[in-house]
Nanobody
Framework: QVQLVESGGGLVQAGGSLRLSCAAS????????MGWFRQAPGKEREFVGA????????VYGASVKGRFTISRDNAKNTVYLQMSNIKPEDTAVYYC???????????????????WGQGNQVTVSS
């Protein structure tokens, strides 16, 4: 099992930037895909993006592509979500998660992950 602790959320103005961090402990961090999801009130959890174990591959959901960037530092067991040109519709609770299996496989579904962070509120004011 992996423990994930998120930080960096808060209130930001539209057009601004924010960086979320997710620190992991437990399972071998560098061997697993890491994902970011978000959930707005009354909506299903939405795939934001994912990064391969080495960090060499990143993929993004259509609503954030070109504005958000995922990176990881395996020496620090930490994954980051850099959010730029933030929009009011980005308001949500953001979650990081660890892939269910080793390596880079399926990554866009909630079921692809089995350990989740506590969630971090991001609120965007217009």
């Amino acid at each position: 099992q992996v423990q994930l602790v998120e930080s960096g959320g808060g209130l930001v103005q539209a057009g601004g930037s924010l960086r979320l961090s997710c620190a992991a402990s437990g399972r071998a961090f560098s061997s697993y895909t890491m994902g970011w999801f978000r959930q707005a009130p009354g909506k299903e959890r939405e795939f934001v993006g994912a990064i391969s174990p080495s960090g060499g591959i990143t993929v993004y959901g259509a609503s954030v592509k070109g504005r958000f960037t995922i990176s990881r530092d395996n020496a620090k067991n930490t994954v980051y979500l850099q959010m730029s040109n933030i929009k009011p519709e980005d308001t949500a609770v953001y979650y990081c998660a660890v892939g269910r299996v080793l390596g880079w496989t399926s990554y866009s579904r909630v079921a692809d992950y089995d350990d989740w962070g506590q969630g971090n509120q991001v609120t965007v004011s217009s």
